[in-house]
């Protein structure tokens, strides 16, 4: 049910009801309640990344800034004790990872698999909401820790069965694009052939166990190092127009021509139900000729409401992707580009970087 069909719903609750004041009391109340669960479910369609490498707030005040801008999602990339606990209760889901330098040890002990579930995710869960556990950030494809991936995540699965947990916990992995060989057109959408066997694995991986495709989708990137090919407006959601036909297939920015090659790369190895998470994308304010305050804005600005919309992809539509922005902040002490620590929608101060609204307009 949308706005729209609720609004139906109470008019027509309303006037079937007799007209007694108690019985529009009533009515009254149960419309109030689906209309605040339906603003609570588009809120909970964007996230945040909440990266901790900089001068930041304590978890708490990071709580807060959270629920005070309506935003019903986080990813953390460690499970980080404190931070866990301080979104006990707070209704915000939460993706929790599992980092890299981990991946050896989890993919060939069950029992230090079972350690770190017991020691990270039991003692928090439920009042935590953990939604997801991601195993890896970017290993694929050619990072030394490949062989060690499907591995640590099927231990990690076990160890979640153990705890009877699979069921409200799903085990993923978050990819980069460079998994993917071709990208263009989005229909021809292929993954690379140094990934195809560990993907095939992977995939049966996620669907056995109703898992998602984990994905960090960046139009920024693909624009800087695409200029000419690529246009701004068509990277920012500004393009008034469809700017890539694709059997049939009309596209007007770049987020849903990059979501749906992924759809078609999986597909195309014989997986056409996963979903798929959209686990960091993002624009930064600072460091580089586009990296402006204005692009941000109008990135992030329009992705939230593009998502909100429920428009979906053109493979995919009337279905949101669950998108989580990067970053919450800007990581004052994060190392690389002088662009890593300006993805932030907010300072270390907890200032805005600038305007963003979580609810749909």
Not at 20 to 39: F, G, M, T
Not at 179 to 192: C, T
Request: hydrophobic fraction near 40%.
């Amino acid at each position: 049910m949308n706005l729209t069909s609720s609004r139906n719903f109470c008019s027509f609750q309303w006037e079937k009801m007799a007209a007694s004041k108690d019985q529009k009391k009533i009515v009254l109340i149960e419309c109030i309640a689906v209309l605040c669960c339906l603003l609570l479910a588009d809120c909970n369609k964007i996230g945040v990344n909440y990266g901790m490498m900089g001068d930041l707030p304590p978890a708490d005040q990071v709580v807060t800034l959270m629920k005070n801008s309506n935003i019903g999602k986080m990813r953390i990339f460690e499970a980080n004790r404190n931070a866990l606990k301080a979104f006990a209760n707070s209704g915000i889901d939460v993706i929790v990872g599992v980092e890299n330098f981990r991946l050896e040890e989890l993919s060939s002990s069950l029992d230090a698999a079972n350690r770190w579930v017991n020691d990270s995710i039991v003692p928090i869960y439920p009042a935590t909401n953990i939604r997801y556990i991601a195993v890896g950030n970017e290993v694929l494809p050619s990072t030394n820790d490949v062989r060690y991936l499907l591995p640590a995540m099927r231990n990690i699965q076990t160890a979640i069965q153990n705890n009877d947990l699979q069921n409200n916990i799903k085990v993923s992995t978050a990819h980069t694009m460079s998994v993917i060989g071709n990208g263009f057109p989005p229909s021809k959408g292929a993954f690379s052939d140094d990934v195809n066997d560990t993907m095939g694995s992977m995939l049966k991986f996620l669907s056995e166990h109703g898992s998602p495709f984990m994905a960090n989708v960046y139009p920024y990137f693909s624009y800087i190092f695409n200029r000419a090919s690529i246009s701004l407006d068509y990277a920012l959601f500004k393009s008034t127009s469809a700017v890539v036909q694709d059997r049939g297939r009309s596209y007007n920015n770049l987020f849903d021509a990059m979501a749906d090659t992924l759809f078609s790369a999986m597909e195309a190895m014989g997986y056409s139900n996963i979903p798929l998470v959209i686990t960091e994308t993002g624009w930064p304010s600072a460091g580089e000729d586009v990296a402006t305050v204005e692009n941000a804005r109008s990135y992030n600005n329009n992705l939230i409401q593009h998502v909100l919309s429920n428009a979906g992809t053109p493979m995919r539509p009337g279905t949101s992707i669950e998108t989580y922005i990067f970053a919450l902040f800007n990581e004052n002490k994060k190392p690389g580009a002088e662009t890593e620590r300006h993805f932030g929608l907010f300072n270390p101060d907890q200032t805005p970087a600038y305007p963003v609204n979580f609810l749909q307009s």
